[in-house]
Antibody
Framework: QVTLKESGPVLVKPTETLTLTCTVS??????????VSWIRQPPGKALEWLAHIFSNDEKSYSTSLKSRLTISKDTSKSQVVLTMTNMDPVDTATYYC??????????????WGQGTLVTVSS | QSVLTQPPSASGTPGQRVTISCSGS????????VYWYQQLPGTAPKLLIY???QRPSGVPDRFSGSKSGTSASLAISGLRSEDEANYYC??????????FGTGTKVTVL
């Protein structure tokens, strides 16, 4: 059974750096066909794609957030980490990670983690 | 950052057919596959349609997807109360970024 679970701080202060971890099970981050994406959703708003990473360390970032994002992975720990710098209240959102089950189809997200709500406030 | 445009809401009575549109451009829907996600209240999104019109196992055949040019549509036939949810389209953009639609809330009257 494939599962993903997000973890990280519930509350961060403005200007701080957010670090989120996605721990996966049921598949290996060394599998060349598979990738992991991060996606977020502000309360009551639409989904927004953030970044993805594949086994060969190929990465891609949202054009609007590229300067603030870093995605990495630790294959031995089955974890994908997303850092976002200079957090602002508008970054308050539920952050999801999701598996990309086929390398050539980059918007195919299945399954998703349960999500983790991050609030940015002083 | 560009987005895919969807109507904010759609509704129907049980048994009716509801259609949701998703409008993009030549750099996203026009040249890449479209995916649809269903988000039930308080839950994570779930894949509903992949590669324009394919249903994952377990998704009822009441759900169907189509694409024409730079637009796509999701149809729900035989609407049921459990279909009340937010629906999002998604597509890769040739600017090397994934795009989601603005989302459509489906209400079963």
């Amino acid at each position: 059974q494939v599962t993903l679970k997000e973890s990280g701080p519930v509350l961060v202060k403005p200007t701080e750096t957010l670090t989120l971890t996605c721990t996966v099970s049921g598949f290996s981050l060394s599998n060349a066909r598979l990738g992991v994406s991060w996606i977020r959703q502000p309360p009551g708003k639409a989904l927004e794609w953030l970044a993805h990473i594949f086994s060969n360390d190929e990465k891609s970032y949202s054009t609007s957030l590229k300067s603030r994002l870093t995605i990495s992975k630790d294959t031995s720990k089955s974890q994908v980490v997303l850092t976002m710098t200079n957090m602002d209240p508008v970054d308050t959102a539920t952050y999801y990670c999701a598996r990309i089950p086929a390398r050539q189809w980059l918007v195919w997200f299945d399954p998703w983690g349960q999500g983790t709500l991050v609030t940015v406030s002083s | 950052q560009s987005v895919l445009t969807q109507p904010p809401s759609a509704s129907g009575t049980p048994g009716q057919r509801v259609t949701i549109s998703c409008s993009g451009s030549s750099s996203n829907i026009g040249s890449n596959y479209v995916y649809w996600y269903q988000q039930l209240p308080g839950t994570a999104p779930k894949l509903l349609i992949y590669r324009n019109n394919q249903r994952p196992s377990g998704v009822p055949d009441r759900f169907s997807g189509s694409k024409s040019g730079t637009s796509a549509s999701l149809a729900i036939s035989g609407l049921r109360s459990e279909d009340e949810a937010n629906y999002y389209c998604a597509a890769w953009d040739d600017s090397l970024s994934a795009l989601f639609g603005t989302g459509t809330k489906v209400t079963v009257l």
